[in-house]
């Protein structure tokens, strides 16, 4: 198993950034697809951007394409999520998650997840 626990969260401004981070504990980081998620209020859960065992190869929402950018350290066991130019709509708890399975959009496929952290966009 893997334990995440995310930081970073809090409140900003349009137009500004935050960086979020998700510490891994259990078995090897390396050996987890992980990926990013967001739930806004009133709304379903919905992908993010997910990076494969060594960080090549990631994949994003179009929603957050060329805002975002997700990465890894696998020596530190922890994924960031590097969140530029924010906007009002993408307030919400934002969670990571992990399996190791397949790189994935769908939330089904992943068996490990944090407890969420707020992130909240003022106009």
């Known amino acids: 198993q893997v334990q995440l626990v995310e930081a970073g969260g809090g409140l900003v401004q349009a137009g500004g950034s935050l960086r979020l981070s998700c510490a891994a504990s259990g078995r090897p980081f390396s050996t987890y697809y992980m990926a990013w998620f967001r739930q806004a209020p009133g709304k379903q859960r919905e992908f993010v951007a997910t990076i494969s065992w060594s960080g090549d190869t990631t994949n994003y929402a179009n929603s957050v394409k060329g805002r975002f950018t997700i990465a890894r350290d696998n020596g530190k066991s922890t994924l960031f999520l590097q969140m530029n130019s924010l906007k009002p709509e993408d307030t919400a708890v934002y969670y990571c998650?992990?399996?190791?399975?397949?790189?994935?959009?769908?939330?089904?496929?992943?068996?490990?997840w944090g407890q969420g952290t707020q992130v909240t966009v003022s106009s």
């Open positions: 998650a992990a399996t190791q399975g397949t790189m994935s959009p769908f939330e089904r496929e992943y068996d490990y």
